[in-house]
């Protein structure tokens, strides 16, 4: 059998769900999963589904013809549909951190994600090593003020030469320009080692400490043009207490960090987080 | 427009969703939520909608006999149908502990639960003064071992005579008799003070303390004859370390007794747990 | 045995712990119970003491000219010394929410909290019957734009009546005035509901709606003259997703208000909060 | 300055902290830190000290002839000096699970842990790659029903050729000796994949799944003959629900056992644990 997933989203309107499942029924695919959301606020539509079809008959593009003519100009949808066995191709953007690198390649080799990792991009040639003992390619390209846009146009070449479809920034500690942004758009996650949007911008933990808080937190989020002000996808904490140091913040927010990072990149791999309004529904 | 609830669980099988959610729309009905669950090991469906129909046009009797005619009989369900606009009759057992009771009522007193509270029944006077100031009838039924089959009848009587639909036993420190089991299946709510299955029985704090756990729970379950062994609805935890005596347990614990009670009959009393196998399916 | 709590916060120093146990011990007092700390940054030294002296001998007045002279001097330290017998008075400021009131109530009939309640101040009369039921006076003061001095001298002239020593705001939807904070210094506890720093201010469960947030929070902290600026006491969290509205943001929140609340009117009570730098140590 | 950790437990009494203090104070050392817990059910007494001494002056086994003779005797104690600078000499025991293992050697490699590793010992060569990268030596020793004691005695010969301090069995799937238990009394620690008490044994994730737990669990204990019985050093959760199958439970409780397991490390590593009655003071 083979296995798709279906992405929608619409204003809401009666009728849609039936719609949708009758399609799908009427093109020999079983619906397995259905999940399903209204925001009644702004009246949209969500909805994933998995459907499984013969490999024989089954056609995508033939599905996807039929289905933008018959429902999706009807309700006016956004929709995407993916192959469920395709795993996609993500890059890894380091700094100096390991953390995350470690946490993301252990997971990979382990066959825990559904993912291919064509390359590794850092502006620091720190952590070559990790990536040679994982046997990922590495590219240190380095990132000055005057190098900026140079580095860019090669981070760009090099994510089309190895199809990437989307990135993480595993600790990237740059900021990302508009012009990847846009190629890459809802398809950049960022771990921020704070509970956003509690200190956002550079040394949250920092900030954590001097106002005493009780809690810290970790946010994976797209990465938008607003520095971290985009959709968050998932989020966790840890108590910290007057006996820890930012020291100790910064090594208990490692392990939120690598934990929060990983839960989302599995989230965005299965496709299970749509954007919305600056927002995420997450069907998990 | 009214609204209704329509739960179904049978042997999973193809077409099951296209099937109903395609009956609901010509039932003119909107299906406004949709939840669903496939447990793959025993492939069982389950399936939650929620769907709005005309006032004027809709009859319950009449859908429900085409349900279970068209639908229903096919896939072999397990289905109801719930008015979501009836609120459900709700009977309180306590013993002597306030805090499950006060958190209830005080939850009922601002609107924030869907029920009805028609009496509070007991096998002590000590928490009259509680019913009373929430103007709610309290029955004091003494249970002894001599009492217990006259008692259970009394209560029984009430029961019926209030038409009850679901009990929760709010810290009832007695082991309810099959009899009412029988009357009352997945229909009486129990909250254990431990994270079961660890800790079953009596004095669970001590146990816990003794065993030296870093973190204590609450269970909030539904009654069934094996005791503390009944499907799971909701579980929560919290922090415990070396300072804390078997009294800041057991404090500790009410608070989180009362929380993990309250969402539980949030959770039954929306229709939203469906219970298979000594498991529930949670639709939250 | 008299059971008296020892607070002391100065620079931090060599053998300032040996000096006070040393002192403690030639008082005939027995130390049962010892919680420091040192804030490396700050070199500031905190120590929080429980000591039994025999109820026969001990003279506090006594004590604390002793100390004042020989120890306190020496290290130019701040010190508090507390009965642990004496119950500190507590009063309650409302508005119009319950919640609050009756978590707070309902633990304090069930004798689980240290204090004395001699009053309830709102500026509604709303919750006077639930005041009624627990038999606490109530006073209902009105606060508008023009009588705001005119009500803040009641509520002094009623704080200063009943003797109380420290305020609780339980959802108290007031600003609270220079003047009514400098005669309760560290002693006006409120609760914010929000992680705060974030959505500090009015309506945050909207705007942690609006963000997006995968996680809300609630902050208990001292009332200072920068609104919601004030040093954290405890905070806690609950997950929500897309699925919750902003009605279930606010109802979920407020099982966290009132559980984090008492949990810092706790720590208050027992004396196990001490303020410093906008910051608070917790001995818990 | 010359940091050493004192540990200190006996029979709860008048007098000691005072003692200890001054103690320390006329040994020219300077507290630190100064934890402490007295048990009242067992009326036990547990203090850790941090303590700095002039590199110089002190000697070490001067301390601890002149601590034994005036103040360990007198008050009937166990007590331990540790040099804070020495880092313990851990060795990992792995099988076949690698998230552990790369957990732990992802820290140590970044220097987050205070501890040397000289070997990893296996009973499987799977991890030898892994234990290569970091360059770390690999012992691959077999263990079946004919070969135990065999295996038992050369592990044994290694742990004592490169002086080891304590054991991390990093999911061992292997059930240790007495004889090895013997020889590492409250020196081996294991992490558990549930919450135990809960799901003791093997395949606990089966079991909770079977149950229908809300709630999944892991927890690092000192092995002690009793099958997973023995003190409990760190425990924590995450939530699931009906939608993960097992093979979910297991992903998720990966990233719970490894954090748990890097926390109770920690812990053992600062000697942070003290064990008595077979349950752990932790402080932290």
Known sequence: MKKSILLIN???NKGIIASVTNFVHQQKG??????????????????R?????????????????DFENSIANKFDMNWQLHDADVKPKMAIFVSKYSHCLYDILSRFSSGEMGVEIPLIISNHPDLEKIAR????????????????VAAEREQLELLRKYKIDFIVLARYMQIISSRLIGEFPDKIINIHHSFLPAFPGAKPYHSAFKRGVKIIGATSHYV???LDEGPIIEQDITRVSHIHTIKDFILK????EKIVLSRALQLHTKHKVMVYNNKTVVFN
Chains 1, 2, 3, 4 share one sequence.
């Open 133 to 148: 003992s994982f046997n990922i390619p590495y590219y240190c390209i380095k990132v000055t003020k005057e190098t900026k």
């Open 224 to 226: 938008t043009e607003e």
């Open 30 to 47: 079983n619906i397995v999963y259905i999940d399903q959301h209204v925001d009644r606020e702004d009246t949209m539509f969500f909805m």
């Open 49 to 65: 589904l998995e459907c499984e079809f013969s490999k024989d008959s089954f056609s995508k593009e033939q599905f996807e013809n």
């Open 253 to 256: 927010g490692r392990d939120l």
């Open 10 to 12: 619409c204003k809401d």
